[in-house]
Nanobody
């Protein structure tokens, strides 16, 4: 079992930056690929970014490539999502997740509680 607790989020203006954090407890954090997903109003939950167990490999959705950066600190059992140049289209509830890799919701076993990011124009 892995417990994920998220921090960060909030209301910002277009063009601003935010950083989300997700702290893990339970089983060894470094065993898991970590990812961020988001779910906008009336939309399906979608993949945002993932990072390999060592942190050496990252993957991004096309919509956030070049603006968002995922990172992890295995010593602190924490994964981060740095979001720059935020756009109103980024408004969503953001979820961190732990699993074995992939881009589908079903690829991840454990989920954070979600945190709201709202970007005003």
């Amino acid at each position: 079992q892995v417990q994920l607790v998220q921090f960060g989020g909030g209301l910002v203006q277009s063009g601003a930056s935010l950083r989300l954090s997700c702290a893990a407890s339970g089983q060894t954090f470094s065993l898991y690929v970590m990812a961020w997903f988001r779910q906008g109003p009336g939309k399906e939950r979608e993949f945002v970014a993932s990072i390999s167990r060592s942190g050496g490999t990252t993957s991004y959705a096309d919509s956030v490539e070049g603006r968002f950066t995922i990172s992890r600190d295995n010593a602190k059992n924490t994964v981060y999502l740095q979001m720059n140049s935020l756009e109103p289209e980024d408004t969503a509830a953001y979820y961190c997740a732990a699993g074995q890799g992939g881009r589908k919701r079903d690829d991840f076993y454990y989920w954070g509680q979600g945190t709201q990011v709202t970007v005003s124009s």
